[in-house]
């Protein structure tokens, strides 16, 4: 409308354009430049065969007749409705956009096309829900979907509702996903105990079988898995060392009996994939009484593995039992890490319905090859290395699980078969070593100056103290001793280091 007014100063030029674009006034705009194109020619025809002034009056009032309000409605209820309406959200918006939009202060006639951009979406809605034609049907439902986004004559932007809830929905889950990995991947937990490094790791390897075997090459066992499995869990300074024993039950009364003291069996309720329970009974170790009947089989000796006082080796126990029928620790594990020894159960069947399931399926365990299970659990002895699904619960003061991060192909993972630890893992058990150093030489630095703190310069303690000078300067010698190998393990941390500074 407004650049048919423009054209009005020009006759020839408004009529061509008039004539070359009749399909840029869809709608109400056809009618209303029709009758301008009428009264234009009107005014034309009277200039050229002379009539007069009133003659022009008489064919105003014919033409504004023929074009009266009554047909305008008429036009409006035809086919074109819809396209009337379209076309006004078109002007709307070219004059939104150049005149409301990001501006300071909004103008009053932003305000009221505002309001009557609301009804125009009432009336569309009518359209789309009313017995119109298919195609004015589909042309409302474009424009309703085309208007949901819009705000175009308000200060402060509004986004749809079903964009505000999946932006919402996204950024929650992008935030527990950070906090899990910094809870699983960055900080993983640990074993509840202090870990310290060990030059040297001696693994003592203790084979209990039912009856007696001459050879070790005998054994249902594959030694050499079993030994580079066990490596995985050195840092690069550190030394193996394995030693091999065969113990029978037939011929060890003692450890006969431990072993028989310690056996059991329950029923252990399964749950199964489709959500129902079944009852199976299943037989085990109970791991604390076997710990006991071992620790008494050891009291002329000092156990193998507890930790010394010297830090140049560590001697880890692992005794591994043979068994003909499937056999179990605690009703649900292969192998599991004691205060002072590693204990794996081996038994001769090959696919054992676990309780854990992935996909709708249970997890299968080879009962004959329990290496992934003792790597684990000696990893947890020797470091306190945990799996990456375990967390510490602070609202419940106990552990929790999260299957999410039980991932990659470790002895960890309980979906893989996998039997050596990752670089990664490695990166956790140094992290474990330094955290130990430093907490232990905080606790020396702190005791000696509380002694040093209680203590009076004088010439008389000066003598106590060149009598205890030895001590003390062993005591600082393994304190920077501490800091220098703390260190060593800090640059050994590649993946933790590059996952901070980018590399």
């Keep these: 409308m407004l650049n048919a007014l423009q054209i009005y100063g020009s006759a020839e030029t408004g009529l061509l354009l008039l004539i070359l674009l009749p399909d840029h006034f869809p709608g109400a705009l056809l009618s209303v430049g029709m009758v301008f194109v009428q009264n234009l020619l009107c005014q034309m025809w009277q200039k050229l065969l002379g009539l007069s002034q009133k003659s022009q009056r008489k064919r105003l009032k014919k033409v504004y007749k023929i074009q009266s309000e009554k ?16 076309a006004e959200i078109d002007v709307y918006e070219l004059f939104a956009f150049k005149h409301c939009m990001k501006r300071r202060v909004q103008l009053a006639l932003c305000k009221e096309l505002d309001q009557r951009m609301h009804e125009l979406k009432n009336e569309l809605e009518g359209y789309n829900s009313g017995d119109s034609e298919e195609i004015n049907k589909k042309k409302a439902l474009d424009a309703l979907k085309r208007m949901e986004n819009w705000n175009l004559f308000k200060d402060t932007s509004e986004e749809h509702h079903s964009y505000t809830v999946a932006r919402d929905s996204f950024l929650a889950h992008l935030g527990s996903t950070l906090w899990g990995s910094m809870r699983h991947v960055v900080a993983p937990s640990v074993s509840h105990r202090a870990y310290h490094y060990y030059e040297k790791l001696s693994f003592q390897l203790y084979f209990v079988t039912q009856e007696k075997v001459r050879t070790i090459k005998q054994l249902p066992i594959n030694v050499k898995s079993i030994r580079d499995g066990l490596s995985s869990l050195l840092l690069p300074s550190q030394k193996s060392m394995f030693t091999q024993h065969m113990l029978s039950l037939s011929e060890e009364p003692a450890l006969m009996m431990a072993f028989s003291m310690a056996r059991r069996a329950a029923a252990v309720p399964l749950l199964l994939v489709n959500g129902t329970y079944r009852s199976t009974v299943r037989t085990y170790l109970d791991s604390a009484i076997l710990q006991h009947q071992l620790q008494k089989l050891s009291e002329q000796t000092a156990l193998k593995g507890e930790h010394t006082n010297h830090r140049s080796t560590l001697e880890v126990p692992v005794f591994w039992f043979i068994h003909g029928e499937p056999l179990l620790l605690d009703k649900h ?18 696919s054992w319905e676990s309780h854990i399931q992935c996909n709708g399926r249970s997890i299968l365990w080879d009962l004959r090859k329990p290496v992934k299970a003792a790597i684990a659990a000696s990893a947890e002895y020797v470091s306190g290395l945990l799996p990456s699904h375990l967390a510490y619960s602070s609202a419940h003061e106990t552990a929790s699980e999260d299957w999410t991060w039980s991932v990659g192909c470790n002895p ?5 078969k996998g039997w050596q630890l990752s670089e990664f893992q490695q ?3 140094a992290r474990n070593y330094i955290i130990t150093g430093v907490e232990e030489s905080i606790r020396v630095v702190n005791s000696a100056i509380q002694r040093l703190v209680t203590e009076r310069t004088s010439e008389q303690g000066f003598k106590i103290f060149k009598t205890k000078e030895s001590v003390m300067v062993e005591k600082y010698n393994s304190v920077v001793n501490m800091w220098r190998r703390v260190s060593c393990w800090r640059i050994c941390l ?6 901070w500074y980018g590399g």
């Design 333 to 350: 594990y292969q192998a599991k890490a004691l205060s002072n020894m590693v204990v794996v159960v081996q038994s001769d069947v090959d």
């Design 412 to 416: 960890l993972s309980i979906s893989s």
């Design 494 to 499: 590649f993946y933790l280091f590059y996952f």
């Design 427 to 429: 990166d956790v058990i």
């Design 71 to 86: 047909d305008f409605l008429l036009l409006a209820r035809d086919y074109h409705a819809v396209d009337i309406l379209l």
